[in-house]
């Protein structure tokens, strides 16, 4: 399978700031990327895309950033509540159709 | 949004038993379902990839004939673990995409626990 990883596998934010989740991939090949969101016991949650053809996309309280470059990741939370604690991860295909997953980021919201 | 199932949620078995999962989209066609096994505090590691009404092609490194894996209708994906021993305890998630979708469109059940004792 591919290597995708992160570099900070805890965070801890106070409520209410933001939060930044980093991922390096390996692929170079990969052109679709999506993060997940996983509570404990539960299954992964889709929260945004990207594919390999934008370095930017906003959705609610959340933006993902790629720097296709330096095959890096980021995910940010803006106004960090205590809902979104939970461990993150992303994910690559390099395929089209099977996904890699990153070793995660479990992060802690301090209220 | 779309639903998967799995069943059960968690189960307990003797060393050199054989446990079966079911994976279900409740509310779709599955033409493709994915199968990963999470240990705690690790990540998602895809096992295989199953396509309706052929063979699963498994990742370099996973047992085809330890984890057997049948995707028999469009709605149901079976993992079965073959004489399951204290190593393969782990969390085993299934996810599934219906044909012609967009890629982010590949739901996760909510996973089984399996607990080999």
């Known amino acids: 399978g591919e290597s995708v990883g992160l570099h900070l596998p805890t965070l801890s934010v106070q409520e209410g700031d933001n939060s930044i989740i980093n991922c390096a991939y390996s692929?170079?090949?990969?052109?679709?990327f999506i993060w997940y969101k996983q509570e404990s016991g539960k299954g992964p949650q889709f929260i945004i895309d990207i594919r390999s053809n934008m370095d930017k996309r906003q959705g609610q309280r959340v933006t993902v950033l790629l720097n296709k470059t330096v095959k890096h990741l980021s995910l940010q939370i803006a106004a960090t509540q205590p809902g979104d604690s939970a461990v993150y991860f992303c994910?690559?295909?390099?395929?089209?159709?099977?996904?890699?997953f990153g070793t995660g980021t479990s992060l802690t919201v301090i209220p | 949004g779309a639903v998967v199932s799995q069943h059960p949620s968690w189960v307990i078995c003797k060393s050199g038993t054989s446990v079966k999962i079911e994976c279900r989209s409740l509310d779709f066609q599955a033409t493709t379902m994915f199968w990963y096994r999470q240990f705690p505090k690790q990540s998602l590691m895809l096992m295989a990839t199953s396509n309706e009404g052929s063979k699963a092609t498994y990742e370099q490194g996973v047992e085809k004939d330890k984890f057997l894996i049948n995707h028999a209708s469009l709605t149901l994906s079976t993992l079965t673990v073959t004489s399951a021993h204290p190593e393969d305890s782990s969390f085993y998630i299934c996810?599934?995409?219906?044909?012609?979708?967009?890629?982010?469109?590949?739901?996760f059940g909510p996973g089984t626990r399996l607990t080999v004792t």
């Open positions: 994910a690559e295909t390099p395929t089209g159709n099977q996904f890699y």
């Open positions: 996810s599934a995409r219906a044909a012609a979708v967009a890629l982010r469109a590949q739901y």
């Open positions: 692929n170079s090949a990969s052109d679709y």
